[in-house]
Nanobody, 129 residues
Framework: QVQVVESGGGLVQPGGSASLSCVAS??????????IGWFRQAPGKEREGVVC????????FASDPAKGRFAISRDNAKNTVYLQMNNLKPEDTAVYYC????????????????????WGQGTQVTVSS
């Protein structure tokens, strides 16, 4: 029943921006205690966390570089979480995944992959000139 689906990937020029979408179904973002997180997996590397957002809109970044260039937001009316990526670099090239897990009324979300019970299929982001 619970499902998350990513979209918005594609070819982006270095220094450019992209916005990824994660559409949730089976629960309502505005009401349910679900965390949505963004992860990515570059070729030949392990999947890593990027940023997550909790029920109350609070974000947790997995790294300082991500905090400086990326932003997470949600549109409750569309039941969608977005990942805004600015000043993209070739090393940002990866398959980007969104995940979800049900939490209690916590002020923070967790970036550990083991916390996430539901995953999308991923969307490819390629940063190249």
């Amino acid at each position: 029943q619970v499902q998350v689906v990513e979209s918005g990937g594609g070819l982006v020029q270095p220094g450019g921006s992209a916005s990824l979408s994660c559409v949730a179904s089976g629960f309502t973002l505005a009401q349910a205690n679900y965390v949505i997180g963004w992860f990515r997996q570059a070729p030949g590397k392990e999947r890593e966390g990027v940023v997550c957002i909790n029920t109350y809109g609070g974000a947790t970044f997995a790294s300082d570089p991500a905090k400086g260039r990326f932003a997470i937001s949600r549109d409750n009316a569309k039941n969608t979480v977005y990942l805004q990526m600015n000043n993209l670099k070739p090393e940002d090239t990866a398959v980007y995944y969104c995940g979800a897990y049900e939490s209690g009324p916590s002020r923070k979300c967790l970036m550990g992959m083991d916390s996430y019970k539901y995953w999308g299929q991923g969307t490819q982001v390629t940063v190249s000139s």
